[in-house]
């Protein structure tokens, strides 16, 4: 009513999936002409237009399917080792399907942490695994690895690189970053901490 547009002529067509379900629908007005009526033409022109929304609209449902996918599986198995299972996508992932890849699983852990542990209470616990974690982590992912799972204390690491020195060298880096921790702990009046690596 405020800009004194008038429909003449309206022309529906449903947008259907490859199963023919209805998922969405294209609607044009007003055809250039004076009765603004629309011929068989157009309605032929307005289902090709429709069919190949149809598809575009399925790619995008199916993208944000992989996506919501890869996020769930996020929370069980980090991304960089999905990729490496999927080199696809995550979608290519088949049962059966068998790959042998060379890899190196680097394992670490805090020496003696049943006795470092129950001397802290839970909040200092958890500032010191995330520190701790956070200095161990960096090394890996410099040297091209990533970490599997945190057990606790532990972490194992893969390395998905044919040279099994990226987990040698990400061990190394990681007694370097200890001193650094431990550095850190010292001024605050905690007891180093030493860790072992395999």
């Given at each position: 009513k405020k800009t004194g547009y008038r429909t003449k002529g309206i022309l529906c067509m449903p947008i259907r999936n490859n199963r023919g379900a209805i998922i969405g629908v294209t609607q044009v007005l007003n055809k250039?002409?004076?009765d603004g009526s629309f011929t068989r033409e157009d309605e032929n022109l307005l289902a090709a237009f429709s069919s190949i929304a149809a598809i575009s609209l399925e790619n995008s449902f199916a993208y944000e399917k992989v996506e919501r996918t890869m996020h769930t599986f996020e929370?069980?198995?980090?991304r960089r080792y999905l990729q490496s299972m999927g080199k696809d996508g995550v979608e290519?992932?088949?049962?059966?399907?068998?790959?042998?890849?060379?890899v190196t699983i680097l394992f670490c852990d805090v020496r003696s942490f049943t006795?470092?542990?129950e001397n802290m209470t839970p909040d200092e616990l958890l500032k010191f695994l995330n520190s701790y974690l956070f200095y161990m982590s960096r090394e890996i992912a410099l040297q091209g690895g990533f970490v599997d799972k945190f057990?606790?204390?532990?972490?194992m690491a893969i390395?998905?690189?044919?040279?099994?020195?990226?987990?040698v060298d990400a061990g190394i880096g990681m007694l370097k970053a200890l001193n650094k921790f431990n550095s850190g702990r010292k001024k605050d009046g905690y007891a180093p901490v030493q860790i072992g690596i395999g």
């Open positions: 250039k002409r004076e929370k069980f198995v980090p290519s992932i088949m049962l059966g399907n068998a790959e042998e890849v060379e006795d470092l542990s057990i606790g204390d532990a972490i390395f998905d690189t044919k040279a099994s020195n990226h987990a």
